[in-house]
């Protein structure tokens, strides 16, 4: 499976998704589009938007944070510890 996420620095819903991925132990590119004109470009073509997160899996797109259908998206199932994602 391959997952890209599309991240805004300083953004709190950017940095949910990537901790959600990281809490799980999936591997994904991070692709920082703030500082990066041709990193937005690439956002914008494949979204057709400017704002992040964006989640990519396997070419399927996903804009926002939903922790629920992030979840589910990428079939991971219940892992409890004290932050509890």
């Known amino acids: 499976m391959k997952i890209t996420v599309y991240a ?9 998704l990537k901790n959600l991925l990281k809490f799980y132990g999936v591997s ?5 589009v703030s500082r990066n004109p041709d990193a937005m470009k690439t956002l914008i073509e494949v979204s057709g938007q400017s704002s992040t997160p964006v989640l990519v899996v396997d070419g399927k797109v996903f804009i926002g944070f939903d ?3 992030m979840k589910e998206v990428l079939g991971l199932g219940e ?7």
């Open 28 to 32: 994904f590119e991070n692709i920082e």
């Open 79 to 85: 892992k409890k510890n004290a932050f509890s994602y």
């Open 67 to 69: 922790r629920e259908k």
């Open 8 to 16: 805004n620095v300083n953004d709190p819903y950017s940095d949910m």
